[in-house]
């Protein structure tokens, strides 16, 4: 499942999990199916609901960290989870801390939280460039002219796209 961070807005705190919420539950759109057979189910989807937005919100911030590592927990007792969270550079600090927070205390379950930002994300946490126990910093350099050519043509393979479009 993969969450967006925005660059401007309001209300855009958990916008990236609000995506992988909507992802997770489907048509159905309903956070308790999610949470089958897990203690206090209720309480965990009203403080996710309210975190996304589509209930009142309600609970402390330390209640909203628990209730997500809760359900992504769940979500990974089925099958093992794979959360994308992009354009990390833009989140407010709250969500990188609850990211943090995921990272470190969600256990037994097999979660891969993939983070894509640009490198500007560490000069507002340094430390999340640091090596530590289940984690990795992968840096990808910009591509070259022969690999843009080559990234631009097998899409344009795909969608059809006319040899304008492809030059521009």
Not at 76 to 86: C, F, G, H, K, Y
Not at 117 to 141: H, K, M, Q, Y
Request: charge should be negative; aromatic fraction near 8%.
């Amino acid at each position: 499942m993969v969450g967006r961070c925005l660059p401007y807005g309001e209300g855009i705190t958990y916008w990236p999990l609000a995506e992988i919420v909507e992802q997770a539950t489907g048509n159905e759109g309903r956070i308790e199916r999610l949470l089958e057979g897990v203690e206090n189910a209720d309480l965990i989807a009203t403080r996710v609901a309210g975190t996304i937005g589509t209930a009142e919100p309600s609970g402390a911030p330390e209640e909203t960290f628990w209730a997500f590592r809760k359900l992504f927990e769940a979500l990974a007792r089925e099958q093992p989870l794979i959360a994308v969270v992009d354009e990390l550079q833009w989140a407010e600090p709250t969500l990188l801390d609850l990211l943090e927070y995921l990272v470190t205390f969600a256990a037994d379950v097999p979660i891969l939280l993939l983070c894509v930002a640009r490198p500007e994300l560490f000069d507002a946490r340094p430390a999340w460039a640091a090596p530590r126990r289940g984690a990795a910093v992968i840096t990808l350099e910009p591509l070259g002219e022969t690999e843009s050519s080559a990234l631009v043509e097998a899409l344009a393979a795909t969608r059809g796209l006319p040899g304008a479009d492809l030059a521009r």
